[in-house]
């Protein structure tokens, strides 16, 4: 069995602390990203909407 010192132990742990931060980091910037992209996609969706009530509303398409 390998035997290691507090030393080594320590820089381990703070190494696998580093990474843990980064990798917290990293999702929360993806979350951010996700939130951002549903916020385009809810904005795209509604300016197509608009612009289909729109042209409904000046050939009165739904007018029979």
Known sequence: ATIM???D???R???VIERNAYLESELDEK????ES???????ARGKV???TSY?????NIFDY
């Open 5 to 7: 010192s507090l030393e």
């Open 49 to 51: 909407l608009r612009k």
């Open 31 to 34: 979350e951010n990203l996700l």
């Open 13 to 15: 742990m703070n190494q």
């Open 9 to 11: 132990f320590e820089q």
């Open 37 to 43: 992209v549903q916020r385009l996609k809810d904005e």
């Open 55 to 59: 042209i409904c509303f000046c050939f």
